[in-house]
């Protein structure tokens, strides 16, 4: 007896073999055995997924000698013939050798005849989407009205190609690609009826080269034992798909995870011997890498289709999200850029020289040199320059620690506490701590000195933009404060001042309110003026009149009593706001830490290098203070 290739000894034989499509065998099964059947039924989906299999068991069911059932006896006549492909009313009809209007018109000549043999006379057309318009106009009539002995079974892997006057006549089941994990268990039941020794890891490979088509993984497998000399082992089956060791992808992707640079360019140059498509590789580590950030949000979000499913939960412990979300991006990109690059194999390792070189902030990998090392020196250089700043006064200017110490705030901006520096008393001979400032401060004074100050300033020394800079924060003058007790004051003219007295407690409770949406918004712009045990009462504006309406009133009380307790006595007046709302807070808190933010920049002894050496300037525009 010749040998039967394994995609046709294996076609299934009752609906009980087949594997997958369980939506669709559902409803068939449910058909036959309610005896609901339709007149025409289409098939559709990619190669191999099983839709002319489904349509003769369909037939089968239809004509077998025992009745009209889900589980025909394979036995009869009827069956044998139909499972041999001899039966004489089963006509299959290649639609694409079969295009023209006279083959539509001969295949329904014998429409109106009874079946010679069997219960039902069954048509099954294949790639019924590549008939001509003239023959579906012919099948049309015909496949809305046929006799009751007809039944039509249309299978197509492109449905978009058929006309809707043929869809609206036909019940049709979509059929779905197998998933690897599916395949891979089907080839582990047939290897092992066949008694053929296997790998695992060798029928993952066929299963996931087959891309969702269970003749195609059959007939790989077919090919896979041929070349292994009846045995399917993963080297073999690798040499003969040309595919990489995927092992190396998850090594590549361990070693950036753990930044071994050494180890990574080993990888790519044993992933190299493989010769292999680098845009598909990067493809890999991009894929691996969305399993990865799956898995650290939702674990049973990832399945083993890949058969993969515990080195990725293990990579997902090892690397945190911020790193796989970075090293996606980069992946991404690399990608993209590959085809520009002189070498494929270039082009990966300056990706992947990307990921280890650009890591979230605050995180340092075993193995790695830290970036966090050179940290020390940045703090010492701003510590010196804060200090520096608090100092800019000379010693001789110092009010006495006997005179009352100066109030001074320049043009009514708010006060910015510096921290305190080390004391550090200034002898005689020692370089006045001025003269000890980066070149930019040094040179600081010139031109504010020239203009008129009060003469309580005494203690002020101006701190001028430095020459090169061709634009300030909107060219207003910067006044820095010192202080016998080592506190600075910086200044500018035109930043927000509190308008009226804090009220902290305010603050803290509206924090607690929880209110929402335009509720929320008037509480913030409520002054609290009279704080009791079981009173409060609020300050609101003219202009909120209108919006505090009775219903967001009564919000913004239970709010209040939810948090205060049920007896406290809410009570809200129209008047002058004598304190400080919580958005007048927000904003002078908000103001507070760009003035921060901006001497931090203006006094970093880096900031004033990079001025001095290449011209640069400050984008004071671009300052953002750190929430």
Request: proline content about 7%; aromatic content about 4%; hydrophobic content about 40%.
């Amino acid at each position: 007896m010749s040998y039967q290739v394994l995609a046709r000894k294996w076609r299934p034989k009752r609906f009980a073999e087949m594997v997958g499509q369980e939506h669709v065998l559902k409803a068939l099964v449910n058909a036959l055995d309610d005896d609901r059947l339709h007149h025409a039924y289409l098939f559709t989906g990619t190669r191999g997924v099983g839709k002319t299999s489904i349509a003769r068991l369909f037939a089968k069911s239809l004509n077998c000698e025992q009745g009209v059932s889900s589980e025909p006896c394979g036995q009869c006549s009827a069956c044998v013939e139909i499972a041999e492909g001899r039966f004489v009313d089963l006509i299959e009809v290649d639609a694409a050798s079969r295009t023209k209007v006279e083959d539509t018109r001969e295949l329904l000549e014998n429409v109106q005849y009874a079946p010679t043999h069997g219960r039902f006379k069954v048509y099954l057309i294949d790639e019924v989407h590549m008939l001509s318009n003239s023959s579906f106009n012919a099948l049309l009539k015909t496949l809305e009205e046929p006799p009751p002995h007809v039944k039509f079974l249309l299978a197509t892997t492109d449905p978009q190609k058929l006309p809707m006057t043929v869809l609206s006549r036909c019940l049709q089941f979509n059929l779905k690609n197998l998933t690897a994990e599916r395949i891979q268990q089907h080839l582990d039941h047939v290897l092992q009826a066949e008694s053929i020794p296997f790998e695992t890891a060798a029928l993952w490979l066929l299963a996931r080269s087959a891309d969702g088509s269970m003749r195609d993984a059959l007939s790989l497998t077919d090919q896979a034992i041929a070349f292994g000399a009846g045995a399917v082992n993963e080297a073999d089956v690798r040499a003969m798909l040309g595919t990489i060791d995927h092992h190396l992808v998850y090594r590549i992707v361990e070693q950036v995870a753990s930044q071994q640079p050494q180890a990574v360019l080993e990888a790519v140059q044993s992933l190299s011997e493989f010769s292999p498509d680098y845009q598909s590789v990067l493809g890999d580590i991009v894929s691996l890498l969305h399993r990865i950030a799956l898995a650290q949000v939702v674990p049973a979000a990832v399945d083993n289709s890949l058969g993969d499913r515990d080195q990725v939960l293990a990579l997902a412990q090892q690397m945190r999200a911020e790193e796989v979300q970075l090293y996606y991006q980069v992946a991404l990109m690399g990608r993209k850029d590959l085809p520009l690059v002189p070498e494929p194999r270039e082009g990966l390792e300056m990706t992947l020289l990307r990921m280890l070189a650009f890591r979230p902030a605050g995180h340092s990998a075993a193995g790695a040199k830290p970036l966090a090392a050179q940290a020390p020196v940045a703090s010492e250089q701003q510590a010196h320059a804060v200090t520096a700043t608090t100092a800019v006064a000379p010693a001789s200017v110092v009010p006495e620690p006997t005179e009352p110490e100066p109030q001074v705030q320049a043009l009514d901006a708010p006060r910015v506490s510096m921290p305190e520096p080390p004391p550090a008393p200034v002898q005689p001979e020692e370089v006045p701590p001025w003269e000890d400032l980066p070149p930019d401060l040094a040179a600081m004074g010139e031109t504010e000195s020239k203009k008129p100050r009060p003469a309580d300033m005494n203690s002020v020394q101006p701190v001028a933009k430095p020459p090169q800079q061709s634009r300030t924060f909107a060219d207003r003058p910067v006044l820095v404060a010192a202080h016998d007790n080592g506190e600075a004051e910086v200044s500018r003219p035109e930043m927000p001042a509190p308008v009226a007295p804090e009220n902290e407690s305010w603050a803290e409770l509206f924090a607690s309110l929880g209110l929402t949406g335009m509720a929320e918004s008037l509480a913030r712009n409520l002054s609290l003026e009279v704080e009791e045990a079981q009173r409060l009462c609020f300050h609101y504006t003219p202009e909120q009149e209108a919006l505090l309406s009775g219903e967001r009133r009564e919000r913004i009380i239970e709010a209040i009593r939810q948090v205060r307790g049920a007896e406290c006595v809410v009570e809200f007046v129209q008047a002058a706001q004598t304190l400080e709302t919580p958005a007048q807070r927000a904003e002078r808190k908000r103001a507070e830490r760009l003035a921060e933010a901006v001497v931090a920049i203006e006094t970093d002894a880096t900031v004033h290098s990079l001025m001095e050496h290449f011209g640069a300037s400050i984008d004071y525009d671009s300052v953002r203070p750190i929430d």
